[in-house]
């Protein structure tokens, strides 16, 4: 399957030379600034408010940023993570991938009570369904199906949700 981004080809010199071209040079500093006070920041609270003030992430309630947390630095905004989810330590979630010949846009979409484990790596174009269980240090290069648990990479499906999971 492939992971639904938005290509865009370059030409002469490789995409991330032409960075300023598709983000503003200050959006890149400010957002700058916004994550590196949020991956330090112990108030889980005060994560979300700068998340959803700031960076224009749609955050659901109760969800938790762990600390070392990077959420994408050019477009933040096509990060989308539900109610009551563990983003767990160090982890980085991108929308972007600056290639040779192209650059790559694509959003996250993370359902509720997501569990994602520390070190993580998910990438541009990527929904993880609800309850979903991402093991620590998973390169998440694909959709999660509800329910799930993944991990590994290339990641690979542990378990995937039972009929009793389905019905309750």
């Not at 982890?91 to 993580?120: C, F, K, P, W």
Request: aromatic share 10%.
């Amino acid at each position: 399957m492939t992971r639904r981004t938005d290509r865009y080809h370059v030409s002469k010199n490789n995409s991330l030379w032409h960075i300023y071209q598709t983000v503003p040079f200050f959006k890149v500093v400010k957002n700058f600034i916004v994550i590196e006070i949020a991956r330090i920041t112990p108030f889980l609270s005060v994560k979300n408010w700068l998340y959803r003030t700031f960076l224009h992430m749609n955050v659901g309630a109760k969800t938790a940023f762990a600390l070392k947390v990077t959420p994408d630095l050019m477009f933040p905004e096509k990060i989308s993570v539900g109610s009551n989810c563990v983003i767990g330590f160090n982890t980085t979630l991108l929308t972007h991938e600056y290639l040779i010949d192209e650059y790559r846009l694509g959003d996250i979409q993370i359902g509720d009570n997501v569990m994602i484990g520390a070190q993580s790596l998910v990438l541009p174009g990527v929904t993880i369904g609800d309850g979903a269980v991402v093991s620590a240090m998973t390169l998440v290069h694909k959709d999660v199906p509800a329910g799930t648990f993944v991990g590994g990479n290339p990641m690979q499906v542990i378990r995937e949700e039972t009929q009793k999971e389905k019905e309750t």
